[in-house]
């Protein structure tokens, strides 16, 4: 992937086009890049689990792979789970449903069963990579 040369503002007299070919080339490429880092993650992760182990190496940083559980909020419940909550006086708490201030409590098992049978939970795993 090449990366199109970037040119400052400051230096352009009408290459707005030229800006906005750059800025659209660069989110392509980043999207293309996301997309490998995570099926890169993906592998990671299958390679631990078959090597039942939650470090791997590489040459200059070695990959530690944490298992743990996520709450997952399905839009098709959001509405209900929004109403539920205002229902049983925790809307002002989580308005516009904090995830971060929610999450926690329900991985908590701290609110109401009708809440939490709203959220999924599943597991996920985390790769963070550190010097050797």
């Known amino acids: 992937m090449e990366i199109p040369e970037f040119t400052e503002a400051s ?3 009408s290459s707005d086009k030229q800006l906005i070919d750059s800025l659209l ?4 490429q980043k999207k293309q890049i996301e997309e490998k880092i995570r099926l890169i993650r993906g592998e990671i992760v299958a390679l631990a689990k078959q090597k039942r182990t939650d470090i791997l190496y590489g ?5 530690v792979i944490k298992e743990y559980m996520k709450v997952v909020y399905p839009e098709e419940t959001k509405e209900i789970l929004v ?3 205002k229902d049983k006086g925790l809307y002002e708490e989580f ?8 999450t926690p409590r329900i991985m ?6 009708e809440i939490i049978k709203l959220v999924k939970r599943e597991l ?3 790769v963070s990579l550190s010097p050797l």
């Open 83 to 85: 109403q539920m909550l």
């Open 59 to 63: 040459s200059k940083m070695r990959a």
């Open 108 to 113: 908590k098992n701290e609110v109401d069963f």
């Open 95 to 102: 308005m516009q449903l904090n995830r971060f201030k929610l």
């Open 124 to 126: 996920a795993y985390a």
């Open 11 to 13: 230096n352009l007299v």
């Open 25 to 28: 080339a660069l989110q392509n």
